[in-house]
């Protein structure tokens, strides 16, 4: 059956909002911060690494024509995050209802919720998905344990198992109003359990079936008074410790099965505050509830006012810490004793939960503390034991221990504006068995998310979503030695529903950076830069056709449905050296050199009476700069003094200078790391982060000691038009057959070990 009545009143909405253009004021929110893989992702850095490799110059980005692929982890991730409670299309939220007219109550010793929904790849294919979730909760509620002023502070303790079966088809179309049959066909459902080798060896090319379970205990509390009527203010902390093993199977292609066990167990510690208004039943003229339909329903409906309607407002701070484990078998599709095998260490039903668990014990006193040695002995150890039940060696065996510290903010204006995100550091240790080395990452990171027209049951309209990340990579062999730091900046940036002069604009914001790259502070290059133009040759001003009334070309730039970027670039060990190594007088002329407007043309009149001092600090000639700036002074109500941007040039290339000093200050390679990956995401002293600190760093380096990829896909929607989909890769054509045999071959640790998205495995 089909949930017809809310499908059609999403539908009715969608038609009006459909109407509504983009406010110009609103679709430019990308630009207020007021606090954060197709092509390029952590395998580029980790192959240039282990191989030693100095990439060549750099030459000509050439697009090449991104292949149909499920794309990376990490990108799979910001796909999914860009597109939630996003209006993407009325099919897509059509949704049978899996609770009657279908025999699929109890399937394999599970009975719970049942989902069947559509999802869409990066690549616009629509993936079809069914899920069945099984949850016990156990807890305990203190109440009026500590009263202030009349408000309690309720203390929560509480246990929660849970598992899923989530199988995920990839199917033709890339529209979803094209594949309802598909999706409305109740007869197609399918969950993982019970496990069979004759099922598994049904599985088609493309299809992934996981099995995630999740065991969490964890304490909290929190209050909350009321400020006015319908607005409070809440404080909550809490503390959890989980272990989320899971088991994943993905039919690689008509011959090869991959089998991946992930093992992960954390700590989370955790405390917000947050003021915001709230509704009840009655005041949304909601009717009284008086039976079980009518609370369900109101409950419903309070939930989705509160969510788009009510003023909020919140920060948080998460500290969390954990280790993991993954294993990755490859099996032969076609072979029926290793699918037999197989299906013996599954068990073909819940034992299923039980056998992570058990999985789960055996890495109990695996520490980040262990040698590179130990820790490759404590891996071979936890292999053998699932091999041998198996009956396979794995293709590959390794651990992540990992901490973090971040900060989050959200905000919802009622209707017109909601913008969320989270800022901090993270600390990464990988070894993979067979392997005589680790790999340690210290990760700075920033990611934003920004909607307009946000409206109740139908979602979000227009949507922005920017990640960043500063990554500071060291090696340590196994005699304990540790390279010097390689570097990599890498940023996710989404547009739902905006025009084509935005998605244009997130290649020209990375062209901001390539046109720099090795300038040591004179001019640009433009060797290395994306033709924008060419990719869309609507917003060419050459080939405008008219002009408005000051004589600027008029540009007609049309919407949208969707449009991401992933963009990578790589900083090698010698790239690195340069920056840290660079004198204070390349660095202040690297910052002069970014300057544009009034400020350049000041700065280029006086640049000459610019010294840096023995401390770093930037000194000038005050007097003889006043009389060489004589002509910018203006008095009255539109006072002007050009030595305030003398002086505040000089201040600020002072902080970029003493944060690079700082880093080479440090004598321990990992306060040194951590420190590099801080000040280059603007937690320095001069608060120049990303983009920003990019455009500085890399003039300090030699272009062929860079790699940088991109992948950029959109989802145009336009009559008679083209999507873009190209992924470039900036380096010399003559390596670039050994760069990518290199970077194929190299393991990419961080996306294998980050928690799977749901069209990934």
């Keep these: 059956m089909i949930k017809t009545p809310k499908s059609l009143f999403k539908a009715l909405i969608a038609v009006f909002i459909a109407q509504l253009p983009a406010p110009q004021a609103l679709a430019a929110q990308g630009e207020l911060d007021i606090f954060r893989n197709g092509a390029g992702d952590m395998s580029d850095l980790v192959a240039t690494m282990r191989a030693g490799v100095e990439v060549p110059e750099l030459k000509d980005p050439q697009p090449r024509p991104a292949q149909p692929q499920q794309g990376s982890n990490e990108l799979l991730h910001f796909w999914e995050d860009l597109k939630e409670d996003v209006f993407d299309d009325v099919c897509k939220e059509i949704k049978p209802d899996l609770s009657q007219g279908v025999g699929i109550d109890n399937v394999g010793g599970i009975e719970g919720k049942f989902k069947r929904y559509l999802k869409q790849f990066p690549d616009n294919r629509i993936a079809l998905i069914d899920e069945v979730g099984l949850k016990l909760d156990a807890g305990h509620s203190f109440t009026d344990i500590l009263n202030v002023d009349g408000n309690p502070f309720n203390v929560n303790i509480g246990a929660r198992l849970e598992g899923k079966s989530i199988v995920v088809r990839r199917l033709k179309e890339v529209k979803y109003c094209k594949e309802i049959l598909a999706l409305i066909d109740l007869r197609t459902v399918k969950t993982v359990l019970p496990v069979s080798a004759k099922r598994i060896g049904a599985m088609q090319p493309g299809e992934i079936w996981k099995f995630p379970a999740s065991i969490r205990v964890s304490v909290g509390g929190g209050i909350s008074a009321p400020v006015q009527p319908g607005l409070s203010v809440s404080f909550s902390l809490g503390h959890s410790r989980e272990r989320k093993p899971s088991l994943t199977l993905f039919k690689m292609d ?205 979602g979000k309209v227009y949507k922005h979503t920017t990640n960043q990340s500063m990554y500071a990579i060291n090696y340590e062999g196994r005699d304990g030695s540790i390279s010097d730091a390689a570097v990599v900046y890498q940023r996710y940036e989404g547009y739902v529903k905006h025009d084509e002069s935005k998605a244009k604009g997130m290649l020209e914001r990375m062209n901001e950076i390539l046109k720099y790259a090795g300038a040591r502070g004179e001019g640009t290059n433009s060797e290395y830069l994306i033709d924008t133009d060419a990719l869309f040759p609507r917003l060419d001003p050459d080939n405008a056709t008219e002009t408005d009334e000051w004589g600027d070309p008029v540009l007609n730039s049309r919407s949208y449905k969707s449009a991401i970027m992933s963009f990578s670039l790589v900083f090698t060990k010698t790239a690195v050296k340069d920056i840290l190594g660079a004198s204070g007088d390349l660095i202040l002329k690297a910052t002069l050199n970014v300057m544009e407007g009034l400020d350049r043309e000041i700065m280029n009149k006086v640049r000459h009476l610019l010294r840096v001092k023995d401390d770093g600090k930037v000194d000038y000639d005050w007097k003889e700069a006043r009389k060489l700036l004589r002509s910018y002074e203006r008095d009255g109500d539109d006072a002007f003094d050009p030595l305030d941007i003398v002086r505040q040039t000089c201040y600020h290339a002072s902080r970029i200078i003493a944060d690079i000093f700082a880093v080479r200050e440090e004598s321990d390679w990992r306060a040194k790391s951590e420190k590099l990956s801080r000040i280059m995401s603007g937690r320095g002293k001069s608060r120049l982060g990303y983009e920003n600190m990019m455009q500085i760093a890399i003039q300090l380096v030699n272009p062929k000691n860079l790699y940088a990829g991109l992948y950029f896909q959109t989802d145009k929607r336009i009559k008679n038009e083209e999507n873009v989909s190209n992924t470039y890769q900036v380096f010399n054509p003559e390596i670039g057959q050994a760069y990518g045999q290199q970077q194929n071959g190299a393991s990419s640790l961080r996306d294998r070990f980050a928690d799977p998205s749901t069209l990934s495995d």
Excluded at 348 to 362: C, E, F, P, S, Y
Aim: aromatic share 10%.
């Design 254 to 458: 008509e011959n090869k099965l991959r089998f991946r066990i992930r093992l992960d167990r954390a700590e989370v510690t955790h405390g917000g505050v947050s003021a915001g208004t709230s509704f009840d039943a009655g005041m949304i003229g909601l009717p009284a509830a008086e039976n079980f339909f009518t609370r369900e329903l109101n409950r419903t409906l309070v939930k989705e006012f509160n969510r788009y309607v009510a003023f909020r407002f919140g920060l948080s701070h998460t500290r969390s810490k954990g280790k993991k484990i993954l294993l990755e078998f490859v099996l032969d599709a076609n072979n029926r004793e290793q699918l037999e095998k197989l299906e013996e260490f599954l068990k073909g039903d819940l034992t299923v939960i039980r056998k992570l668990i058990q999985l789960g014990a055996q890495f109990s006193d695996y520490s980040e503390q262990d040698d590179t040695a130990a820790g490759a002995q404590s891996l071979a150890e936890f292999e053998q034991t699932v091999g041998q039940e198996l009956g396979l060696n794995a293709t590959f065996a390794g651990s992540n221990h990992y901490n973090s510290d971040s900060n989050g903010h959200n905000i919802t204006l009622p209707i017109l504006y909601q913008r969320e995100g989270s800022a901090g550091h993270r600390y990464d240790r990988y070894q993979a068995h067979g392997s005589d080395e680790v790999l340690h990452v210290n990760n700075a990171f920033r990611n934003v998310s920004g909607s307009n027209i946000n409206v109740p049951f139908l």
